[in-house]
T-cell receptor, first 116, second 115 residues
Framework: EPEVTQTPSHQVTQMGQEVILRCVPI?????FYWYRQILGQKVEFLVS????????KSEIFDDQFSVERPDGSNFTLKIRSTKLEDSAMYFC??????????????FGPGTRLLVL | AQKVTQAQTEISVVEKEDVTLDCVYE???????LFWYKQPPSGELVFLIR??????QNEISGRYSWNFQKSTSSFNFTITASQVVDSAVYFC????????????FGKGTTLSVSS
């Protein structure tokens, strides 16, 4: 069964460093998302991406964040200068658009980011 | 504004007990989707069920059942004859019917099933 994959599974970085989190969405999906979950808290939406552009973003998704689909398979989240409060689990999700039966976002296993 | 409330932070049960996880939502949309996801200790988010707002039929899948009541804006989840493997955090989520919109999650309910 196709699934969303994410790399790395864990990343430790120093405050102020740039990190890139990578995701490979399910191959025929066209909507892509990033969410984050601070330890012990709820899952929060960051950004959605469709047709090579951001379609929606939350207040969390400030200028420090960017997303890109550099090729036909990868979807990346870049944090330019990490802060301690960026420590969280980051989930990628993807979805087929359109038909009601496919309005489900499927999540990857997550990347646990720790900023020291 | 959309909001999902899961008032139960933690629930502990003994194996074979039935347990119901509550979910109450707020939305101004007339059509929307509701979801339940499971997050086991390994951390991934596993999709369990999707319901659209114009389908109020309850659903049963094995030991899982869902009760959607639009009149009370609730979408509750019942596990019958719970098992230790059901131990996880369960999230209820809401999205607009419009394509591509974000999921709004509740804070989750941690279910612990002991043997």
């Amino acid at each position: 069964e196709p699934e969303v994959t994410q790399t790395p599974s864990h990343q430790v970085t120093q405050m102020g460093q740039e990190v890139i989190l990578r995701c490979v969405p399910i191959s025929n999906h066209l909507y892509f998302y990033w969410y984050r979950q601070i330890l012990g808290q709820k899952v929060e939406f960051l950004v959605s991406f469709y047709n090579n552009e951001i379609s929606e973003k939350s207040e969390i998704f400030d200028d420090q964040f960017s997303v890109e689909r550099p090729d036909g398979s990868n979807f990346t989240l870049k944090i330019r200068s990490t802060k301690l409060e960026d420590s969280a689990m980051y989930f990628c999700a993807s979805k087929i658009p359109g038909q009601q039966a496919e309005e489900t976002q499927y999540f990857g296993p997550g990347t646990r980011l720790l900023v020291l | 504004a959309q909001k999902v409330t899961q008032a139960q932070t933690e629930i502990s049960v003994v194996e074979k007990e039935d347990v119901t996880l509550d979910c109450v939502y707020e939305t101004r949309d007339t059509t929307y989707y509701l979801f339940w996801y499971k997050q086991p200790p390994s951390g991934e988010l596993v999709f369990l069920i999707r319901r659209n707002s114009f389908d109020e039929q309850n659903e049963i899948s094995g030991r899982y059942s869902w009760n959607f009541q639009k009149s009370t804006s609730s979408f509750n989840f019942t596990i019958t004859a719970s098992q230790v493997v059901d131990s996880a955090v369960y999230f209820c989520a809401l999205s607009s019917y419009q394509a591509g919109t974000a999921l709004i999650f509740g804070k989750g309910t941690t279910l612990s099933v002991s043997s």
